[in-house]
């Protein structure tokens, strides 16, 4: 019965260090909700959540908006979706901005706001 124990223990511990559950604890109870998923989703590259909550926030949009990355990403739609809501149809979200391979020429937007490559844009009449 102790070499049970033992066995137990070891799968244990191998478990906890495995896992990073000391390191993962501390994190969570260090920071908060938001700045973690700032660090893990980023602010201004990857799927940009930083920027698209910070331009959620600052507009409070009553209706969805479309978001489109200029790099090989998950959608970030979901971060600020409202279901069974329509889109605007004169604003978007551009996240990681690539001049050279861009679907979207920056000519036929104004500028709203920008922060590094990731931009808030109005279609131009």
Known sequence: MTKNKYVYFLA???FILFFKYFE???I???SNYQLRLVNE???CGQTS???IKYIDKKYKFQKNIKIINDEIHPSSDAFIHKPNVSYYKDYLILLNYNELNSKINLKNYR???KIKNCF???KND
């Open 12 to 14: 244990t511990f191998l």
């Open 24 to 26: 993962n604890s501390y």
């Open 28 to 30: 969570i109870l260090k």
């Open 41 to 43: 989703y980023g602010f």
């Open 49 to 51: 959540y930083g920027f």
């Open 111 to 113: 500028v709203i706001e």
């Open 120 to 122: 808030y844009l109005e």
